[in-house]
């Protein structure tokens, strides 16, 4: 779970069996830089980790939480925009001048936790990122940790410092089942807006479509899937499968939840509710008696 920045403390070199002396050889050798008091970096260290720790602390939040998403090849969904470094200060520079930049200075909840490595891990990242991301990106963030990592609740929580009542209720409305960060926040949304949402719903005898209201199945297409032409048969498979059992299914694009959703939430709503006069009618003994067919 660890991954190499290219910046490290000398205590951490030291415990990666670095003598003094090779220390001081790196130095001269210009292998290792001086980034700020204690720290020093390869020459091809993560630009973004530099600037952090050169500003006094560690990248933390969205910033480490895409470091983690390049570095460790898992599937983490970090929300698009977000783009300044995001840096949790040392409590030691608590008064000392922030240098100008395109920083966000983030602090997650509780007590200031000691900065001892360049990059938070996962769930220091996850309590600052939860004082700077929407509810609905933070759950959606940590639904993919919970599904693409070995990480879990319990675990993250034991790591993040003081897990504040805030943080608890979102934790409250994550799902591991969750597939795409488009998926989650489907879900979050159509929750909000009052639906029943049965979440990764059995279609066939092993397969699962994303969610489901009433009778219509909704599939989110995550930015990366769907590209290759195996997925787009296995996708009308599905259909013409999903149809022999009556199912209704509408497929939603990432930039359609993103960015489009109150058109899309009409269209759902649309559907829905024709559903239900379709369920009534089907329901009708009258009608079912009067039916010629
Ligand atoms: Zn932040």
Known sequence: MTSDSGVYTLKKLAAMGWSPDDIKRGRQSETLIPVARGWVRSATADPRVVAAVKAGGALSCVGALRFHQAHDSSGIWVPPGHNETHVRRSKHMKG????????????????????????????????????CLTPEEWIATVDSVLSTT????????????RVAKAVTGMFARCDDRSQSGTESIARLRL??????????????????????VGALLIECDGRAYHSDAEAFRNDRRRDRMTMIDRWMTMRLTYDDVLYNWEEVLEDIRAVTRSDRHRIRRDNDPRRRENSSI
Not at 119 to 130: F, W, Y
């Open 191 to 212: 929750i909000a807006a009052g639906f029943e949402v049965q979440v990764q719903p059995d279609i066939g005898t092993h397969e699962h479509a994303d969610l489901r």
């Open 96 to 131: 000392k001048p922030r240098p100008s930049g395109p920083f966000r200075w983030c602090q997650g909840y509780g007590q200031p936790l000691p900065v001892v490595t360049a990059v938070d891990s996962i769930p220091l990242a996850l309590n600052c990122a939860a004082r």
């Open 150 to 161: 070995e990480w879990t609740i319990p675990d993250i929580q034991a790591e993040m410092g």
